[in-house]
């Protein structure tokens, strides 16, 4: 064999240990390196057995306040509790401190960055690439194929759990976020898994819509 055929066999085998592909008619082997989610019946399903780590995940909401603060806030709970700093960017509304801290968040490592719709893309995209952020959550207005590529690679460059939060009218688009859930009908529905099958069931979790639109 060749060099140039060596590189080719390392190359593809540095992908397949990376689960960024993997052999057509076999099932990606489940490894549970993502970060907990708090949930344990939406770990239960995840390929990873939780957030996938060094990547972007996508939340399809059919507006803000419907839970989506009480889905994240185990995990970034837990990432605090560890002095992990955490960032949000451009959220929607100003966070109810009070309500994040009953909710196991330590605010001393949590960071609000204000931006407008134009600078939010590129606030969100920094703080991934920073290496600085265990997890960033974003609500992006204006992003596009390209931008959420942008966030994913960022994502893994900086060592990140990314989580962007959009309106469920994307959910028809392509993404290249590894995971994407959508909220529909009073429940989460898991869209896209990267490395793993699409489960069909819903998850209903414990999440009060109402709880959650105290925190803003």
């Not at 995840?46 to 996938?52: E, N, V």
């Not at 185990?74 to 451009?90: D, E, F, I, Q």
């Not at 997890?135 to 460059?157: E, F, H, I, N, Y």
Request: hydrophobic share 50%; charged share 20%.
């Amino acid at each position: 064999m060749g060099r140039q055929g060596v590189g080719e066999v390392l190359a593809l085998d540095a992908l397949l240990a990376a689960r960024t592909v993997w052999p057509a008619g076999k099932s990606a082997a489940r490894v549970a390196d993502g970060e907990p989610t708090g949930h344990a019946a939406l770990d239960a399903v995840l390929p990873q057995g939780g957030w996938p780590r060094r990547a972007l995940s996508e939340l399809l909401l059919p507006a803000d306040g419907v839970g989506e603060l009480e889905l994240l806030w185990p995990v970034l709970a837990r990432l605090t509790a560890a002095a992990s700093p955490v960032v949000l960017v451009a959220p929607p509304y100003v966070p109810y401190a009070p309500a994040w801290q009953a909710a196991g968040v330590d605010l001393a490592w949590l960071q609000v960055v204000e931006a407008t719709p134009r600078d939010a893309l590129w606030a969100f995209e920094q703080c991934l690439r920073s290496g600085a952020c265990a997890a960033v959550v974003g609500w992006p207005r204006t992003a596009d194929a390209r931008a959420l590529r942008r966030l994913q690679v960022a994502a893994d460059s900086g060592n990140c759990c990314a989580f962007a939060v959009r309106d469920r009218r994307h959910a028809a688009n392509p993404s290249p976020a590894a995971l994407r859930m959508e909220w529909t009908a009073g429940a989460w529905h898991v869209r896209k898994c990267r490395g793993g099958q699409v489960p069909p069931q819903a998850l209903h979790l414990p999440v009060s819509a109402s709880a959650a639109r105290s925190a803003h």
